[in-house]
């Protein structure tokens, strides 16, 4: 079957320095992958997507990378911050199939 | 920026209750989705909803759950029976074309079955 997992469940980094959270899916028609970050109580919030025909992706302070021959995705976060603390989650869509499915999680502890 | 609102925010009830969790989603968007997280778990797809009717469900979606789009601007999910295993976050989505295209979530609903 398919899956969407993270290889780390916790990642403490110290304050102003980047943080890489990895995420690994099994399923090659994916194609479409968002990074959530989800703080305590709250739902998930996007931080960033990737299409299947771009291995790399900027937004604001973070990168996705995406590895399709390793099915491999990562997210970077660069100068970390307090409030970047939360948990992290990949998501992978297949085109039209109109859900997501979840990976596990990633708990970003940010050290002041 | 439009949001997708949930109400409420944590709702206790009885088990074997019945309880409906609202969701209002982006006023122009079309496809609107549940999805729930039981506490340490992954996030998981329930349904999907397009033109008054469900488009997908997964095999968590029984017949205790049912969803209705009662006017223009609610989406609701009902659960007839509430068990405790049925204890989670409960998330509502939208999105304005099919795929991935704006789509969003709500804060969530958290519900506690006693």
């Known amino acids: 079957g398919e899956s969407v997992g993270l290889h780390l469940p916790t990642l403490s980094v110290q304050e102003g320095d980047n943080s890489i959270i990895n995420c690994a899916y099994s399923n090659s028609a994916s194609d479409y992958f968002i990074w959530y970050k989800q703080e305590s109580g709250k739902g998930p919030q996007f931080i960033i997507d990737?299409?299947?025909?771009?291995d790399k992706r900027q937004g604001q302070r973070v990168t996705v990378l995406l590895n399709k021959t390793v099915k491999h995705l990562s997210l970077q976060i660069a100068a970390t911050q307090p409030g970047d603390s939360a948990v992290y989650f990949c998501?992978?869509?297949?085109?039209?199939?109109?859900?997501?499915?979840f990976g596990s999680g990633t708990k970003l502890n940010v050290k002041p | 920026e439009p949001e997708v609102t949930q109400t409420p925010s944590h709702q206790v009830t009885q088990m074997g209750q019945e309880v409906i969790l609202r969701c209002v989603p982006i006023s122009n968007h079309l496809y609107f989705y549940w999805y729930r997280q039981i506490l340490g778990q992954k996030v998981e797809f329930l349904v999907s909803f397009y033109n008054n009717e469900i488009s997908e469900k997964s095999e968590i979606f029984d017949d205790q759950f049912s969803v209705e789009r009662p006017d223009g601007s609610n989406f609701t999910l009902k659960i007839r029976s509430t068990k405790l295993e049925d204890s989670a976050m409960y998330f509502c989505?939208?999105?304005?074309?099919?795929?991935?295209?704006?789509?969003?979530f709500g804060s969530g609903t958290r519900l506690t079955v006693v």
């Open positions: 998501a992978e869509m297949r085109w039209n199939f109109n859900k997501f499915y």
């Open positions: 989505a939208s999105s304005d074309l099919p795929g991935n295209y704006g789509y969003t």
């Open positions: 990737i299409r299947s025909n771009m």
